[in-house]
């Protein structure tokens, strides 16, 4: 697949910054003067350019590095900021301050608080680790996971989400690893399932943002069956509505879902109940309790009440046998972990590159 798109800004001769919270603007435009940037504040904006002769790109640089740390993110994401905004007359020029990004995101795309580059540059590919039954060890399924290479070094699918979300390019990753885990397991997976990691803050209009995810499903020939869409129960707690939603459309191509991260406490048996998913998937920081007696009962309950709802329960971060009984003996069903596995490209896909 091609690389998704991430538009690194360049230099400004201006930057036209909005805000609501009165004692922000005033802070932005002394750092502007003690700069040498001629900063104008009037009226919710603070219009900065630099009228020296000859311009210095560079002092704009420097605003943006001191205004990082003279702003928390709070204040950060609580401004707009328009670089090198044109004609300052018209709805064009309304609309585009409207449209402009927080100063928190420009200052990430900029590289000055987040390491954006990495985004650009890297190659980026799925992994997949295995998910197996803990009663025969055969193997179900498997869960894509995204990883990338710069300079010869691996960087983990954590690492480059967060630097998407800091961005605000967390939707364009999202949809990225979601197609290329459908695409690169088409030539190998078989009847296997397929475990995706999808987070619904980034389906805006599921009918619109997952059109290309249902065309990868069809053209990987895969059956809609096959699609697990994993939900991390901390996502899923934020906007129920929307989230049910999201849901309801991955059901209606006949897709299944998965809560991911089910961990301890009432939320977790809520969020179960109220969203029937197909699969539980346990967090690993449960699992690893397992010899805690505490740890079984919540294992327990759980697996008690996805089995009521038809649901089936994965154990992961499994990594010894001793667990993998553990759990099975409590009735999990699937196991995921390194005793199964580490994520990797297939072996297909490697002797095919």
Not at 54 to 80: C, K, Q
Not at 315 to 334: F, H, K, N, P
Request: aromatic share 6%; proline share 5%.
């Amino acid at each position: 697949m091609d690389h998704p798109h991430f538009p690194l800004p360049g230099r400004v001769s201006r930057l036209l910054l909005a805000s609501q919270v009165e004692h922000v603007l005033p802070i932005v435009a002394r750092a502007a003067t003690d700069l040498g940037l001629n900063a104008e504040l009037v009226a919710g904006l603070v219009d900065v350019v630099d009228d020296s002769s000859p311009l210095d790109a560079r002092r704009f640089d420097r605003l943006l590095a001191r205004l990082a740390l003279d702003l928390s993110t709070a204040e950060t994401d609580a401004v707009r900021v328009a670089a090198d905004p044109g004609d300052d007359d018209g709805i064009a020029f309304a609309a585009g301050l409207m449209a402009a990004p927080t100063l928190s995101v420009e200052l990430a795309r900029r590289g000055v608080t987040a390491e954006v580059g990495l985004l650009a540059e890297a190659e980026l590919y799925p992994v997949y680790q295995p998910v197996v039954d803990l009663a025969d060890g055969r193997t179900t399924g498997y869960e894509a996971l995204l990883r990338g290479r710069v300079d010869g070094r691996e960087v983990g699918g954590g690492d480059l989400f967060f630097l998407a979300a800091a961005a605000g390019w967390g939707d364009r990753l999202d949809r990225f690893a979601r197609e290329a885990a459908i695409a690169g397991a088409a030539p190998w997976l078989g009847s296997a399932d397929l475990f995706v990691n999808s987070s619904p803050e980034a389906v805006y209009r599921p009918e619109v943002c997952l059109a290309g995810t249902e065309q990868a499903v069809r053209d990987a020939g895969l059956a809609p069956a096959q699609l697990v869409f994993e939900v991390v129960e901390a996502h899923a707690a934020r906007d129920r509505g929307h989230l049910l939603a999201v849901l309801e459309h991955h059901r209606a191509q006949g897709w299944r879902v998965a809560l991911d991260d089910v961990g301890v406490g009432w939320s977790s048996l809520a969020l179960v109940s109220a969203l029937r998913p197909d699969v539980v998937k346990l967090d690993k920081a449960l699992v690893n309790r397992l010899d805690s007696a505490a740890a079984r009962a919540v294992v327990g309950g759980l697996v008690e009440l996805a089995h009521s709802l038809g649901a089936v329960v994965v154990a992961e971060g499994v990594q010894t046998q001793a667990r993998a009984d553990q759990a099975r003996q409590l009735g999990v069903d699937l196991g995921q972990g390194w005793l199964f596995g580490r994520p990797a490209r297939p072996a297909a896909e490697l002797l095919a590159g």
